[in-house]
């Protein structure tokens, strides 16, 4: 016992050396070259040791989470919402579903700033807010029958603030999705590779599904050979596919592909969980991990530098081409998803608590899964600032500032103190065989010129164009996971909205009320991308600049959801846990939403934008991106409903944190007050593992209940 004790001591101070290490080379290097493995020992080092106490920390001693206690799914079985789910196809599950758009887009455009703040966020904000939001959602939202983060709060924190939590959540829900879907759109369109492979992914799923469910159930590794063997072969039948004359069958126009996203949505969102969405996810889940842990391998071998300056100037000035905005508050806002985000408190709430074995999996499945997309947001960041920041700087900036020649180009790049000349602009193009690689906005082939970069110094020079189609279609994989669960999630949300007007929704898995809730959403997405695929400055494209203040507005909500649970169920002492990321979160958010809304600057104030741009108008003068006066008064119309849905979802967040103080200061004085809507205690009869791999103690027990139950089984045949 003691010898093990000793080794332990001795590999958790190793690892706790390595991700000092890293920091301290991150954190200390100025004007010297600084290679990326060690950003990726600081994640590393920093993520295992976080897991391993405070997670740990927080599951058994703050939520007390209990291995006798039936789950929902175990309770509510249904087959359809609501199904117990193996433990590693959940964690799949889950973790295709929060990683979405954010954690590949995000940081890319936050390495403007440099490279060294968005680690900084990523990693501390992934470990003190963004796992811990994540897991706390998870458990109360399992304690109380899966029920929605708007529901919670309407039932916790009371029908005023829970109302505008419900409104909050649901509107902020439908921007997300029709983000996540315009993403798609841009990545697999006039793709033939992308759209056969990751069609082809619907039938794999398929048939998981009802291998685990019909032809052997429980057999998770063997469907897991056959997943990754036909995913595999899809990835590289794409290719031949394009290069075939079954190419011009998955070429796909922008609005073609919306039809077929809006169908898959509504499909995937009635489906029974088991037959499509959770084996789609998991099979997906295979390809995001493998590649990314490739990535960081390709790191380690190849050594790559850190180009992008530590810091820059932009950090400080505001005045960045890729976004304005200074460094604090906008970099936390860039940066969501990986180091925080409130989408996934939806996740949280939505489909996995209905899916989950034991209350004890809430720390690898909540924690643990958002330390995996965090990784995916470092190896991200570590992509955007390993290329020439020249380079960088001319994919991100938009049209309008840098022209459409490589020659202005540069010479607008070199103004900013980044040089690179016309000719390895065409080069880096010519590389990838793209006819131009300016103006790539959106931060995807950025990311793909970065993993092509690292993989094609592992495998050949040979190789890049490939390494670089191939992240293309990787990031549309990473984003569609997100959009059929958060469309599930939406219906969710939607349910429980109208089943406090009409009873009968409140049952999820009531077929008339999925069908109409999931119609209801797959259509306001829907709409939303249908106009912004036809009109560029148009509809989800009219919401886009909101993106990542409603997403941490919404995770607000999350925490403040989470601490008020945690003082009304008699923790009070570690409402810290919660109420830390709560206070840095709104003062961080609303800091930005107010400057987007009164700031003089037009680049970062929407409605001294609409100032700008009407006085424009009425001088006769069109201004970019505009380029006709019909896009003026688009741009108009943009700047007001921006401007004004900024400061309506701040106020609403407001609304719900003032309310939620209110009923914990109302608790800690007058406790006998305060009523949860916890589900009462029901004993569990599955036996099922907390972590990846089960215990002598978890294996033990398991062996205990087969043997019991062929003793009883045997008494009754006798």
Known sequence: MRTTSTRTILIWTLVALVGAVGWTVLALSRGEE????????????????????YAKFIAYKVLKVDKTRATPAERLDNGIDFHPTDRRVLLGHHFAAIAGAGPLVGPVLAAQMGYLPGTIWIIAGVIFAGAVQDMVVLFFSTRRDGRSLGQMAREEIGPFGGAAALLATFAIMIILLGVLALVIVNALAQSPWGTFSIAMTIPIALLMGFYLRVLRPGRVAEVSLIGVALLLFALVAGRWVAESSWADTFTLAPSTLVVWMVAYGFIASILPVWMLLAPRDYLSTFMKIGTIFLLALGVVVALPTLKMDAVTDFASRGDGPVFAGSLFPFVFITIACGALSGFHSLISSGTTPKMIQKET??????????????????????????????????????????????????????????????????????????????????????????????????????????????????????????????????????????????RPFRNVSWKPGLVITSAIVCGLWGYFLWVGVHEPLGGINQLFPIFGISNQLLAAVALAVCTTLLVKSGRLKWAWITGVPLAWDATVTLTASWQKVFSSD??????????????AIDRGEVLPPAKTMDDMHTVVTNSTVDGVLSAVLALLIIVVIVDATRVCVRHVRRPALSTLSETPYVESKIIAPAGLFPTKEEKEEERRAIASAGSRSSAGAQ
Request: aromatic share 12%; proline share 3%.
């Open 34 to 53: 600084v290679s990326a493995a060690w950003m990726v020992a600081a994640a590393l080092g920093s993520y295992a040791i976080a897991y391993r106490f």
């Open 361 to 502: 999996q809430v720390r690898m499945i909540g924690y643990g899964s958002m330390l995996m997309e965090s990784s995916v947001a470092v190896m991200a960041l570590v992509a955007a600032s390993i290329i020439d920041p020249g380079l960088y700087f001319a994919m991100n900036a938009p049209a309008g500032v840098i022209g459409d020649t490589v020659q202005n180009a540069s010479q607008v790049v070199g103004s900013w103190g980044y040089q690179i000349s016309p000719e390895a602009l065409a080069r880096a193009a010519e590389n990838v065989e793209e006819a131009s690689l300016l103006s790539r906005t959106g931060g995807a082939p950025t990311l793909a010129i970065g993993v092509s970069e690292i993989f094609s110094q592992v495998t050949g020079d040979g190789l890049r164009a490939f390494w670089y189609h191939f992240a293309i279609m990787f990031e549309a994989l990473f984003i569609l996971t997100a959009l059929d669960a958060g469309t599930r999630v939406g219906r969710f949300m939607l349910q429980d909205m109208l089943g406090n007007i009409h």
């Open 602 to 615: 037009p680049k970062v104030g929407f409605f001294k934008q609409r100032q700008v741009f009407q006085e």
